[in-house]
């Protein structure tokens, strides 16, 4: 009853900031103004929770929003994001090593601490494998979910007044169309059996990627081509969004604004590895520049691709594209630690 007092008061507080940000038509107005008021009431101690099944119900309908992106047209232009995939290797571990120097040399971490805070993705897991192997546990995970805070709160804006980028017109309406009651079906099926098919086989963000991957193979494979109503599309903003602010429930701004700072330089220098990649191989590789540079942003594999849903910004590709990186991260960071971690001990002696 508690957990389900503390969830309405925090969809409650994030839904005045989401419909103030959407009156005010700001980019991914609902997920934004939803994430900045929780942020401000959970580090001004107000007591805010986003239950957990819950998110992962939303969750589960943004995979499903993510595999509508995709369609017959997806398998050609697959054959071109092969260069994207190495752009996204090499951006990972150039990246990660530029990070893990910097939070070395300027934010005086420990080896290890520095190791996984340094990960461009997959906060719980650095966060449970970092505090596992000595790495100080709370300044892992408070730089990773201020890293996604950070994209989150800039990227749309920089898009809409930085470089005047007006995204792809929402086609969809509000609550949807009766003629679209069979395909809305199907994806319902796919949800269903992505979030099953994801937990038995283990993947990561299952709740996301099973339902995402179930959905582009529905779409790829021509059986429909709806898209859910916009309505589900602000409701996940909205939960998501606030369950972002209400991880900074119990910090103090004064206690950690040092290290917010540090995840700010060390986010920017990763943009701008992904935005120096994408001009240069944009081209080549048949995506815009904007596409390339939310790809390898490190930002939430959720959060990015409601920002490239939201914006209509080469969908399909980022998905893609963030599926592969969180997928990579989770599966080879820890355990390229084991082979390096005799060297990270020697470091901190």
Request: proline share 4%; glycine share 12%.
């Given at each position: 009853?508690?957990d389900t007092k503390?969830?309405?008061?925090?969809l409650?507080?994030?839904?005045?900031?989401?419909?103030?940000f959407?009156?005010?038509?700001?980019?991914?107005?609902?997920m934004l103004?939803?994430?900045v008021?929780?942020t401000?009431?959970?580090?001004?101690?107000?007591?805010?929770a986003?239950?957990g099944?819950l998110?992962?119900?939303?969750?589960?309908?943004?995979?499903?929003?993510?595999?509508s992106g995709?369609s017959?047209?997806?398998?050609?232009?697959?054959?071109?994001?092969?260069?994207?995939?190495?752009?996204?290797?090499?951006?990972?571990?150039?990246?990660?090593?530029i990070?893990?120097?910097f939070?070395?040399?300027i934010?005086?971490?420990?080896?290890?601490?520095?190791?996984?805070?340094?990960a461009?993705?997959?906060?719980?897991?650095?966060?449970e494998?970092?505090?596992a192997?000595?790495?100080?546990?709370?300044?892992?995970?408070?730089?990773?979910?201020?890293?996604?805070?950070?994209?989150?709160?800039?990227?749309?804006?920089?898009?809409?007044?930085?470089?005047?980028?007006v995204?792809?017109?929402?086609?969809?309406?509000l609550?949807?169309s009766?003629?679209?009651?069979?395909?809305d079906?199907?994806?319902?099926?796919a949800?269903?059996?992505?979030?099953?098919?994801?937990?038995?086989?283990?993947?990561?963000a299952?709740?996301?990627?099973?339902?995402?991957?179930?959905?582009?193979?529905?779409?790829?494979?021509?059986?429909?081509?709806?898209?859910?109503?916009?309505?589900l599309?602000?409701?996940?903003q909205?939960?998501?969004g606030?369950?972002?602010?209400?991880?900074?429930?119990?910090?103090?701004?004064?206690?950690?604004?040092?290290?917010i700072?540090?995840?700010?330089?060390?986010?920017?220098?990763?943009?701008?590895?992904?935005?120096?990649?994408?001009y240069?191989f944009?081209?080549?590789i048949g995506?815009?520049?904007?596409?390339?540079?939310l790809?390898?942003?490190?930002?939430?594999?959720?959060?990015?691709?409601?920002?490239?849903?939201?914006l209509g910004?080469?969908?399909?590709?980022?998905?893609?594209?963030?599926?592969?990186?969180?997928?990579?991260?989770?599966?080879l960071?820890?355990?390229?630690?084991?082979?390096?971690?005799?060297?990270?001990?020697?470091q901190a002696?």
């Open positions: 009853m508690q503390r969830t309405i008061l925090a409650i507080v994030g839904g005045i900031g989401g419909a103030l959407f009156i005010a038509d700001l980019p991914l107005a609902w103004g939803s994430m008021f929780s401000v009431a959970a580090l001004r101690g107000v007591n805010l986003v239950n099944t998110r992962k119900i939303m969750t589960a309908i943004l995979g499903v929003m993510l595999g995709f017959t047209d997806t398998f050609a232009a697959m054959g071109r994001w092969s260069g994207g995939l190495l752009l996204l290797l090499v951006s990972v571990a150039l990246s990660m090593g990070v893990y120097l939070y070395r040399r934010g005086k971490f420990d080896p290890v601490t520095a190791y996984f805070s340094a461009p993705g997959g906060l719980n897991v650095m966060y494998v970092g505090e192997k000595g790495g100080h546990g709370p300044t892992i995970a408070l730089i990773h979910a201020s890293r996604i805070l950070i994209l989150v709160m800039t990227v749309p804006l920089i898009f809409r007044y930085g470089v005047g980028f995204g792809a017109d929402q086609t969809v309406s609550f949807g009766i003629q679209d009651i069979a395909g079906g199907w994806l319902l099926l949800a269903l059996i992505g979030y099953v098919g994801g937990y038995l086989c283990r993947l990561p299952y709740h996301l990627m099973g339902p995402l991957l179930a959905t582009a193979v529905v779409q790829m494979a021509g059986i429909t081509d709806v898209s859910p109503p916009m309505i599309v602000y409701a996940s909205l939960v998501i606030t369950a972002i602010g209400a991880r900074f429930l119990g910090t103090r701004f004064r206690d950690i604004r040092r290290v700072g540090l995840s700010f330089v060390s986010t920017t220098l990763m943009v701008l590895i992904a935005a120096v990649f994408a240069f944009a081209e080549s995506v815009s520049i904007a596409g390339i540079i790809a390898l942003s490190p930002g939430g594999l959720a959060e990015m691709s409601l920002v490239a849903l939201a910004i080469d969908v399909a590709f980022v998905s893609t594209m963030h599926v592969i990186r969180i997928s990579l991260i989770i599966a960071v820890p355990m390229a630690f084991t082979g390096i971690e005799r060297i990270l001990t020697k002696k």
